[in-house]
C-alpha cells in the first residue's frame, strides 16, 4: 500500500511563489512517475504537471513557464515550485503516484491534499 504526503500550501498575493512537497511512502516499488492535479471550488480536478522517473515531464497549459515540476526519484519524492502565482490558481493540489506510459497515468493513492490560496 502507498501512503502520499503532501505540504507546503499556504496564502500568498499575487506575483508571489510557493513550492509544495510530496513523499510517497509503502509500496513504492511499481510508482515510475508522479503527479499534481488540482481542484478549485466548483471545478473539476485537473492535472497541473508530472514527472517520470526517466525524465518526462507534462504540464498544462495554464502553468507552462511558471511552475517547475523536479522530484528525486530515489526518495519517491516530487516538488512543484510554483512562480508568478495568479489567483486562478487557488484550489486545492493533490499529489498522486503513477505509471507512465506515454502520459500520466495515476494510480488510485492519491495525498489529502493542500489549500493553495492566491489573492489579487
Not at 42 to 69: P, Q
Not at 71 to 100: I, R
Amino acid at each position: 500500500q502507498v501512503r502520499i504526503v503532501e505540504s507546503g500550501g499556504g496564502l500568498v498575493q499575487a506575483g508571489q511563489s510557493l513550492r509544495l512537497s510530496c513523499t510517497a511512502s509503502g509500496t513504492t516499488n511499481l510508482i515510475n512517475a508522479m503527479g499534481w492535479y488540482r481542484q478549485a471550488p466548483e471545478k473539476e480536478r485537473e492535472l497541473v504537471a508530472a514527472l517520470s522517473y526517466g525524465g518526462r515531464i507534462i504540464y498544462a497549459d495554464s502553468v507552462k513557464g511558471r511552475f517547475t515540476i523536479s522530484g528525486d526519484n530515489a526518495q519517491n519524492t516530487v516538488y512543484l515550485q510554483m512562480n508568478s502565482l495568479k489567483p486562478e490558481d487557488t484550489a486545492v493540489y493533490y499529489c498522486t503516484s503513477g505509471h507512465w506510459s506515454g502520459t500520466y497515468y495515476p494510480t488510485s493513492r492519491w495525498g489529502q491534499g493542500t489549500r493553495v490560496t492566491v489573492s489579487s
